[in-house]
């Protein structure tokens, strides 16, 4: 039986704000009968990112769900102040739907498609391409830009990186980077990369129906924290990612 | 023309459209064959409109109408897809229908009759048709983003299982006005058929909705001027049709894939058709078209380069030879 670290406070970045902007507590989701989510409790501080990581059907997308109001649950799901939530899902294959990138991001009525567009560096030349001719990068850009389109102040990012080749994930870093240091996004970040966890994250989620672990990002680097959340034969290996001076965080 | 067949012939325009339309929503929701599943739910209504005396239309939309509410309800509540529920729905009246409906009466339930459409018939089918687009036309986002991801779609505020559920109204009007113009064996054809055709030269959404609407216009018009010519049923001849746009159109499609500019491949049709007309006519075939217009009616992004159509020439000659020495427009 594992039993759930307490939650620690969030760390709280050296210029951010110290604001809550989402409290969870007690959480609990049952899909079927069957319990995906027990007893979460966490909460996020504005302008932070916070990193959830944790096996296949941990209920990381679940808790995503939960965000987003798609599934009913237990506990309290506190925001604080109005949010606008972007979305970039899992997974969006799109075959054999003739949908140009300027029909995808119009279904968002009154956008600035092209500025979103620019945001994640694609030009209007994008605009006539069809979803379904797109490399996984692009394809990964454009859901970006659809997800920050009408201006959120919080982004759910479900594994952006899962589809795409190691030159394209840094990439959509250096743009998620970008997008976080213009303007004051909180954002949360499902990945199975440590490394960009340990490296770009405030504070991390690990899952495992319950909470393993909550805390500072920097402490995943722990072997022991590592085998505790991922079990045995976990660790780190030397792997690095090229965000610019500043990085990702 | 007889008065009832002009009445038809506008009817026609207008529920082809509405269907080439609400069709396009269809192919792209992979139901293709739904439609025409449903359309055989209608005959008990039909059957029943008959032997007691009532609109048999009137019948067939209400038993239409409970089809996509049982089938909307089972898919939320089970795990079936619609297609299954409507597989079984579809058998079980098809077997009701057949088993109550005259005999003497069955064949204008299968298959229609375009000569019986009156004035108010007409009035019907265009003002529902027009009600069909409108409401298409609102919902047509919605409906497109919960088939590329139910959760983008959820996250944004739209409501699946509502859009869903008039989605599944919209094609249950939409058969049930089709089968007064083709009846319930080839309505189904008449929502799909515009639909597939064009998705193969369409180059986006916004074009693939009015190019299949167009296309729909083009086989019901056709199908029912031609009907009138040669004095046989409209419902086949409109079906025929549709199917020759659809031939055409995967042709257009292969060619166009082997272009750098996809637009050639439906300039090519387009010009083809252009040629042979004008070379029945006596006249030679147009100097010069850019590939422009084409690229624009597919949705396509039009090139830089223009194409002339010199391009093209050996083989349109060819058509326009072929069109001239077959005596073909003769015939007709």
Redesign the interface.
């Known amino acids: 039986m594992v039993v759930a670290t307490p939650p620690s406070p969030s760390p709280t970045r050296e210029t951010g704000a110290a604001e809550d902007l989402l409290r969870v507590a007690n959480l609990g989701v049952r899909l079927d009968r069957v319990p995906i989510l027990e007893d979460v409790n966490f909460h996020v501080r504005r302008g932070t990112t916070l990193a959830i990581v944790g096996p296949n059907g941990a209920g990381k997308t679940t808790l995503f769900?939960v965000l987003?109001g798609?599934v009913p649950h237990t506990g309290t799901v506190e925001w604080s102040g109005p949010v606008r939530?972007g979305?970039v899902?899992q997974?969006?294959v799109?075959t054999?739907?003739?949908?140009?990138v300027?029909?995808?991001l119009?279904?968002?009525s009154g956008a600035n498609v092209e500025e979103s567009l620019a945001a994640v560096g694609l030009g209007g030349a994008a605009l006539?391409?069809?979803l379904d001719v797109l490399s996984g990068g692009e394809m990964q850009r454009v859901l970006i830009a659809?997800a920050v389109l009408d201006r959120p102040n919080v982004l759910l990012f479900d594994e952006p990186t899962a589809m795409v080749d190691i030159g394209s994930q840094d990439m959509l870093y250096e743009t998620l980077n970008r997008l976080e240091k213009n303007s004051n996004i909180t954002v949360f970040l499902i990945t199975h990369d440590i490394h960009v966890v340990s490296q770009y994250s405030d504070a991390v989620l690990a899952l495992n129906r319950t909470v393993r672990f909550f805390g500072a990002s920097s402490r995943l680097s722990e072997p022991d924290l590592l085998m505790e959340i991922f079990g045995s034969g976990s660790g780190l290996a030397e792997h690095k990612h090229d965000f610019g001076a500043r990085g990702f965080r | 023309m007889t008065e009832s067949a002009a009445y038809g012939l506008v009817a026609g325009i207008f529920v082809g459209f509405a269907a080439g339309y609400v069709g396009s929503l269809m192919v792209?929701k992979r139901m293709a064959l739904v439609g025409d599943a449903l359309s055989h739910v209608a005959l008990p209504g039909l059957a029943l409109g008959i032997l007691f005396n009532f609109n048999p239309f009137l019948g067939a939309f209400a038993f239409l109408f409970a089809a996509a509410i049982l089938t909307w309800y089972i898919e939320r509540t089970t795990r079936l897809f619609p297609e299954s529920i409507i597989g079984v729905l579809f058998v079980t009246a098809l077997a009701v229908g057949i088993l109550i409906t005259p005999e003497v009466d069955l064949l204008e339930a299968l298959f229609g009759d375009i000569t019986t459409v009156t004035l108010v018939d007409a009035l019907l089918a265009v003002g529902i048709s027009v009600l069909i687009v409108f409401v298409s036309r609102l919902v047509y986002?919605r409906v497109?983003?919960s088939?590329?991801?139910e959760?983008?779609a959820?996250?944004?505020g739209v409501n699946v299982a509502l859009v869903n559920f008039v989605y599944l109204l919209l094609v249950t009007v939409v058969v049930a006005v089709g089968i007064k113009i083709v009846g319930t064996v080839l309505v189904g054809a008449l929502v799909i058929v515009p639909a597939a055709a064009m998705?193969n030269v369409?180059?986006?959404?916004?074009?693939?909705a009015l190019l299949s609407g167009l296309t729909g216009i083009a086989s019901a018009g056709s199908g029912i001027l031609l009907a009138d010519y040669l004095r046989l049923p409209a419902g086949p001849l409109v079906v025929t049709v549709g199917t020759v746009i659809f031939a055409g159109a995967l042709v257009a499609g292969w060619i166009a894939s082997r272009q750098a500019c996809p637009g050639d491949g439906v300039l090519f049709a387009i010009a083809g058709v252009v040629d042979s007309v004008a070379a029945v006519r006596g006249r030679a075939p147009l100097a010069r078209v850019t590939h422009r217009p084409a690229c624009l009616l597919s949705?396509?992004?039009p090139c830089p380069r223009e194409i002339g159509m010199e391009r093209w020439s050996t083989i349109r000659i060819w058509m326009s030879r072929f069109t001239m020495s077959s005596g073909f427009w003769r015939t007709s």
């Not at chain 2, 369409?202 to 693939?208: G, I």
């Open positions: 769900r987003l798609l939530i979305y899902p997974s969006f799109v054999d739907v003739p949908i140009t300027r029909d995808f119009g279904f968002k006539p391409k069809r659809w | 792209l986002r497109v983003l088939i590329l991801s959760e983008l959820r996250s944004t998705k369409s180059r986006s959404l916004s074009s693939y949705g396509a992004a």
